[in-house]
């Protein structure tokens, strides 16, 4: 379950809850690039979707709540 450290900035972005055109535009890519990301991310975690992939992720890298600014 290694992610770049492009796709875990989009799941990051995912997980404080900006939509796929406002990490488009953060990330200064497009859209499309994002989605095929996002459905690259899914893939590779296994998860049934983005939401889940974002939950995935936090449980196997608890550490990632600190980095991602994400409490409680």
Do not use: C
């Not at 990490?23 to 975690?45: D, G, N, P």
């Amino acid at each position: 379950m290694r992610l770049s450290p492009k796709k875990i900035r989009i799941l990051s972005l995912l997980a404080q809850g900006f939509t796929d055109k406002e990490i488009s535009q953060k990330l200064q890519i497009s859209t499309r690039t994002i989605q095929t990301h996002i459905s690259s991310i899914v893939l590779s975690l296994n998860a049934r979707n983005r939401v889940n992939a974002v939950a995935l992720y936090m449980h196997k890298n608890p550490e990632a709540k600190l980095l991602w600014g994400i409490y409680g």
